[in-house]
């Protein structure tokens, strides 16, 4: 299942050049990268970070990630994965801009559900 990540592009640009993407301040913070499902992705960008600019969406098959992801439970009770090791950037399947809408939301690609 692949699972998403946005990330404010210039920490991710770091992220390339260092190989691995340790996380964003929230991230560092609670001590695990929040990541998304398809179907979480668009209130995940909705909630916390709306109207921001310049950000990516970071694809990753969950299943490549092993047992340092966990399904935890966040939002209305609803599982989140976790990763509790730095993220590879050699894991990401793709990196694609997310670009903001007139009415600030961002716009997701077609196949993120």
């Known amino acids: ?3 998403y990540k946005i990330v404010p592009a210039p920490l991710w640009r770091a992220a390339d050049a260092a ?3 340790r996380g964003a301040p929230v ?7 929040h990541f998304s499902t398809g179907a979480q992705a ?3 960008a909705a909630k916390h970070f709306r109207g921001q600019q310049d950000l990516l969406l970071v694809a990753v098959e969950g299943d490549d990630l092993g047992p340092a992801l966990k399904w935890e439970p966040s939002r209305g009770g609803a599982l989140f994965p976790h990763l509790y090791a730095p993220l590879p950037v050699s894991a990401a399947r793709s990196v694609v801009p ?3 809408g007139p009415d600030d939301s961002h716009l997701f690609p077609e196949d993120v559900a």
């Open 27 to 33: 991230d560092l913070a609670d001590g695990y990268i």
């Open 19 to 21: 190989g691995e993407f």
């Open 1 to 3: 299942m692949l699972i």
């Open 42 to 44: 668009r209130e995940t």
């Open 98 to 100: 997310l670009p903001l």
